[in-house]
Every structure is written in structure tokens, then in C-alpha cells.
């Protein structure tokens, strides 16, 4: 995708009303560990006007020597679980409850509800995890949940940050039929589908640990807090502010320069080929107004 100019057409993503909302942040090492942090802040602040918002961290990995200081632990932490040490953390700091999963991302470990919606922070290096996730959205899409799904990722002095709800583009039928806003974006799968393909270092064996992968690509300090501080701002604007109006957002940190994508028939367009008259037909739309008022 080439930059784009659409930022003044931009339309405002509504998620649905919910009794609850269920963050779940999946890998807790370089950005999920800088993240974890913004998260709880966005849940404290949802919670303090009134909303039942939840937070689940999942991550297989206990914290090793290496991983201190580029990822947020500290020695004393070093043989906990990752996700255990951050809940902890947290819930320490700010009164949180905050559910620690040492364990693969899957199906079998997200919270639900009739009228749940649930966010996926995708943290993850691996394609194995984001093919993961990528599922856990299309099979909510196929049962009519609300889930979105915020994926992060980067190279050694570059990074993005997607945000999706649609895992297939049928699914993304009327998503601007409603004036003035958006009601469901692309998956980052279906923007991005290298994302699920494993790189080279993926397929080593015995596979490279997680602070392997970041030494073969040299990763520099910041990028990580990069990566972390955009999906942060994605999040709060969806849930706090209920000001987001992008679904892409790429960043080099060599050259300092950033773009993104925006909430418009034509951004959506470029990015899943699917034609712009579909994307603001009125029928689908209407469907989705009523659960999201409902």
C-alpha cells in the first residue's frame, strides 16, 4: 500500500456496545512488556467511568538474563512467567484484577459472554501465533461476536501497528454505510498476509528463543517502545476517547518517518481489493447499527 491523503475523509470506528470488554494481550516480551503497562492504564480509566473492562495476559515464556534490559523486567523477575509478572505488577499498582495465562494463545483460553467484546493485542514473532489469532477472529465473525483484533510487529528500525474486526471481506459488506463512521475494518491478515507466513529464523530448529530472534535482527533498544507507544494511542482512542479513525499506521525510525491508513471506503479498498460500492451498502450496515445501539 502507498501512502495516503484520506485523513480528512476519515470516518470515527464505532465497536459495538458491550457489558463487557475483554483485552487480552498475547506475548508479553519485547512490545507486549511495554505495552502491558498502557493497557492497564486504559483499563483503570474505563473502569473509573463505569465500565466493566478486563484484562487477560497470555505468554508461554518465563523471563531470562537476556531478555533484561531490552524488554521490561527486572533481574528479580528472571524464572517467572512473563505474563505472571506483569499481572502481578499491575494488579500490585493499580488494584486491577488481571488474569495470567503461561500458556500458547488458543481458542480455549479467551474469556466470553453474550455481550462481550473482546480486543487481541497480538504481541507476538512468530506467524504461528498471529495464524492464532487470525482464527480466534474468523470463528467470532462465523458466531456474530464482537472481537477486534490490534496486531503489532517490526524489524530492527521499523514497525506497524493494524487494527481489524472483519476476517474475510464479505465481512466487511456495509462497514461505511452509516454516516459518519465505520463499523468494521480489516482483519491485519487480510491487510497484510506475509504477517502469517513464518519467517527464515521461525523455521530453525531448534527454534530460536525469543531473545535469539531479536539478536538475528539486531533489533535497536527503541523499537520495541515504538511499537508499543502506537498501538497504545490505537487503543485508547477506540476505547477511551472513541476518536480512532486509521487501521494501519507503518514507521521507520532511521529516516523518521511514518504513514497510515484511514477509515475510508477508498483506504479499505486499496487494502482488500473489494470494490467501494460494497463497502457503504446500506443492508449489511443496518444489521450491524443495530447490534452496535443495541
Known amino acids: 500500500m502507498m501512502p495516503t491523503t484520506d485523513y480528512p475523509e476519515a470516518r470515527t470506528v ?3 456496545q458491550s457489558d463487557a470488554i475483554e ?3 498475547v506475548g508479553c516480551g519485547g512490545t507486549g512488556s511495554n505495552l502491558a503497562r498502557s493497557l492497564a492504564q486504559i483499563a483503570l480509566v474505563c473502569r473509573e467511568r463505569g465500565q466493566d473492562v478486563r484484562l487477560t495476559f497470555v505468554d508461554p515464556d518465563t ?3 537476556g531478555n533484561v534490559p531490552r524488554q521490561m523486567f527486572a533481574p528479580a523477575e528472571i524464572g517467572m512467567p512473563k505474563a505472571a509478572a506483569l499481572a502481578t505488577r499491575f494488579s500490585l499498582a493499580w488494584g486491577l484484577p488481571i488474569t495470567a ?4 494463545f488458543g481458542a480455549a483460553v479467551l474469556p466470553s459472554g453474550p455481550r462481550h467484546t ?3 493485542v497480538g504481541c507476538v514473532d512468530a506467524a504461528a501465533g498471529r495464524r492464532a489469532m487470525a482464527k480466534a477472529l474468523s470463528d467470532a465473525n ?5 472481537m477486534w483484533w490490534l496486531d503489532c510487529g517490526n524489524t530492527a528500525e521499523a514497525g506497524q501497528v493494524l487494527i481489524g474486526s472483519a476476517a474475510s471481506r464479505t465481512a466487511l459488506a456495509g462497514a461505511f454505510a452509516a454516516d459518519g463512521v465505520c463499523l468494521a475494518l480489516p482483519s491485519p491478515a487480510l491487510v497484510a498476509p506475509d504477517l ?3 519467517r527464515p529464523e521461525e523455521r530453525a530448529r531448534p527454534r530460536l528463543s525469543c531473545a535469539e530472534l531479536v539478536a538475528a535482527n539486531l533489533q535497536s533498544l527503541t523499537i520495541n517502545q515504538r511499537v508499543a507507544a502506537e498501538a497504545a494511542d ?5 476505547l477511551v476517547t472513541g476518536s480512532l479513525s486509521r487501521f494501519a499506521t507503518y514507521f521507520d525510525t532511521a529516516s523518521g518517518t511514518s504513514s497510515s491508513y484511514y477509515a475510508t471506503p477508498r483506504d479499505v479498498s486499496r487494502a482488500t481489493g473489494l470494490p467501494e460500492r460494497l463497502l457503504v451498502r446500506a443492508a449489511a450496515a443496518a444489521k450491524r447499527c443495530a447490534r452496535a445501539s443495541g
Open 23 to 25: 483485552i487480552v494481550l
Open 118 to 120: 473482546t480486543i487481541l
Open 234 to 238: 490505537f487503543l485508547s482512542r477506540l
Open 142 to 146: 462465523a458466531l456474530g461476536a464482537s
Open 101 to 104: 495465562i503461561p500458556a500458547l
Open 63 to 65: 523471563v531470562e538474563r
Open 14 to 16: 464505532l465497536v459495538r
Open 196 to 198: 502469517l507466513v513464518a
